[in-house]
């Protein structure tokens, strides 16, 4: 495997379930995000890991769980999701290293449908 | 609220053409200028970086900064339908926060 990888790429869910996306990175980065990514709006960022510490939670829902247990690995685990939630997510990874860490390297997102 | 703007087109260019993709952002600190190419069904892909006042070229693209205007442009000589694609521009807003322009639709028809 190379660059950064996500599964599953496809989720419908319904509103009651628990369901986690999976990331891994294999770039040797040690920075780890998630964003939203929905239809005619920006890449929303959700979640931004650091050397593995969680370092900013731009005020997303609790029903969206993030879990970083290395920096190679990120999740974020759903539970009682709302149909509007329903978008693509995409991981990323970069360097932490002053300006260079703004190269942040996309997976190929995870199409989520909460029914 | 920082923000970063596109003009969402479609930005239509025969093939062979100059497409200028351009993008505005309000944060005056920024530090660094990213463009992302988005394929239709895919994920941002990085294409471009900029961080100095001016142009930075690689290949078929050139990335433009004017730090003083608060803008953001990126040329694609010698278009090709290949090209067809959202072009996203990021700004690192501070510790490696990007904030990302909703992007532009870029068709270059042969």
């Known amino acids: 495997e190379t660059g950064v990888t996500q599964t599953p790429r496809h989720l419908v869910m319904g509103m009651t379930n628990k369901k986690s996306l999976k990331c891994e990175q294999h770039?040797?980065?040690?920075?780890m995000y998630w964003y939203k990514q929905s239809a005619k709006k920006p890449l929303e960022l959700m979640f931004v890991?650091?050397?593995?510490?969680?370092?900013e939670n731009n005020s997303v829902p609790s029903r969206f769980s993030p879990e970083c247990p290395n920096s190679s690995h990120l999740f974020l685990h759903l539970h009682t999701l709302q149909p509007e939630d329903s978008a693509l997510y995409l991981c990323?990874?970069?360097?932490?290293?002053?300006?260079?860490?703004?190269?942040?390297?996309f997976g190929p997102g995870t199409r989520l449908t909460v029914t | 609220q920082k923000e970063v703007e596109q003009n969402s087109g479609p930005l239509s260019v025969p093939e062979g053409a100059i497409a200028s993709l351009n993008c505005t952002y309000s944060?005056?600190?920024?530090?660094?200028f990213f463009w992302y190419r988005q394929y239709s069904g895919k994920s941002p892909e990085l294409i471009m970086f900029?961080?100095?006042?001016g142009d930075k070229e690689d290949g078929r693209f050139t990335a433009q900064l004017n730090k003083a205007s608060q803008y953001v442009s990126l040329l694609i000589r010698d278009s090709q339908p290949s090209d067809s694609a959202t072009y996203l521009c990021?700004?690192?807003?501070?510790?490696?926060?990007?904030?990302f322009g909703t992007g532009t639709r870029l068709l270059v028809s042969p």
């Open positions: 770039l040797g980065h040690n920075a």
């Open positions: 990323a990874s970069s360097q932490d290293s002053g300006l260079a860490g703004g190269e942040q390297y």
């Open positions: 900029i961080y100095s006042n």
């Open positions: 890991y650091s050397l593995e510490e969680r370092v």
């Open positions: 990021a700004v690192n807003t501070g510790f490696q926060k990007l904030v």
């Open positions: 944060d005056r600190g920024s530090q660094s």
